[in-house]
């Protein structure tokens, strides 16, 4: 099962200085619109999200479908095995894909320290 390219979605409190802080840190802008409060960073292979006012709490994405630089992949595994796949472990979801969908889709669940997780496909 391979879970596609990795980011940690960051929700933060003021989006321009955490984007100046990160910045500092050499991560520059690969998409989003701080306008609207969300901005995806690179520094490398390294991806993070900075998101104002979206969700609560930070996130462990991974998005099936891509690889660490948003380029398609030919062959993945798509977020509905990966979720019969979790189905199958017991592990609990807190939302599910539609399996009667192909296509983008989405899931999310919890690690056992509540740690959030979204598997999130785009294609």
Same mark, same amino acid.
């Given at each position: 099962?391979? +879970?596609?390219?990795?980011?940690?979605? %960051?929700?933060?409190? *003021? @989006?321009r #200085?955490?984007?100046a802080?990160?910045?500092? /840190?050499?991560?520059?802008?690969?998409?989003? $619109? @701080? *306008?609207?409060?969300?901005?995806? +960073?690179?520094?490398g *292979?390294?991806?993070? &999200? +900075?998101?104002?006012g979206?969700?609560?709490?930070?996130? %462990?994405?991974?998005?099936?479908?891509?690889?660490?630089?948003? #380029?398609? %992949? *030919?062959?993945?595994?798509?977020?509905? =095995? @990966?979720?019969?796949?979790?189905?199958?472990?017991?592990? !609990?979801?807190?939302?599910?894909? =539609?399996e #009667?969908?192909? &296509? !983008?889709?989405? +899931?999310? %669940?919890? $690690?056992?320290?509540?740690?959030?997780? /979204?598997?999130?496909?785009?294609?």
């Amino acid at each position: 099962m391979q +879970l596609g390219a990795f980011s940690v979605s %960051l929700s933060v409190k *003021d @989006i321009r #200085a955490s984007f100046a802080f990160y910045e500092k /840190l050499g991560f520059e802008p690969a998409g989003g $619109d @701080i *306008d609207q409060n969300w901005l995806i +960073l690179r520094n490398g *292979d390294t991806v993070i &999200g +900075l998101f104002q006012g979206m969700f609560e709490g930070n996130i %462990l994405t991974f998005n099936p479908g891509w690889d660490q630089q948003c #380029a398609e %992949l *030919d062959e993945f595994s798509d977020v509905r =095995d @990966i979720q019969r796949h979790l189905k199958e472990h017991g592990i !609990p979801l807190a939302s599910e894909a =539609d399996e #009667a969908t192909s &296509g !983008p889709a989405s +899931l999310t %669940l919890a $690690d056992p320290d509540g740690n959030n997780i /979204l598997v999130d496909q785009h294609r």
